[in-house]
């Protein structure tokens, strides 16, 4: 089992950045894909982005491809996401997750994640 921790969430105008932050700790020498979901209020929670355990593949949903980046450091067993250009519409929380199944990429489905963290929330003003 792996838990999974955020920070960095805040409140923000819109063009500006944030940088959230995911702390892993329990099953992280096993390799295992980090992703990034949202959930806006009465919505279901949507994908974002994911990165391989390497780091070399990364996946991004349509709506923050060119604004969001997504990043993992496996020695410090953290990951982060890097939002710039932000818009009203990112309001959401954001959580970190993770997949240790063969087969699962892009993690783009809620149904692929076996670990979920607590959520951060991101207020995005106009």
């Known amino acids: 089992q792996v838990h999974l921790v955020e920070s960095g969430g805040g409140l923000v105008q819109a063009g500006g950045s944030l940088r959230l932050s995911c702390a892993a700790s329990?099953?992280?020498?096993?390799?295992?894909?980090m992703a990034w979901f949202r959930q806006a209020p009465g919505k279901e929670r949507e994908f974002a982005a994911a990165?391989?355990?390497?780091?070399?593949?990364?996946y991004y949903a349509d709506s923050v491809r060119g604004r969001f980046t997504i990043s993992r450091d496996n020695a410090k067993n953290a990951g982060l996401l890097q939002m710039s250009s932000l818009k009203p519409e990112d309001t959401a929380v954001y959580y970190c997750a993770a997949t240790y199944r063969l087969g699962s990429w892009p993690p783009t489905d809620v149904a692929r994640i076996d670990y979920w963290g607590q959520g951060t929330q991101v207020t995005v003003s106009s």
């Open positions: 329990g099953r992280t020498s096993t390799s295992y894909t």
């Open positions: 990165i391989s355990w390497s780091g070399r593949s990364t």
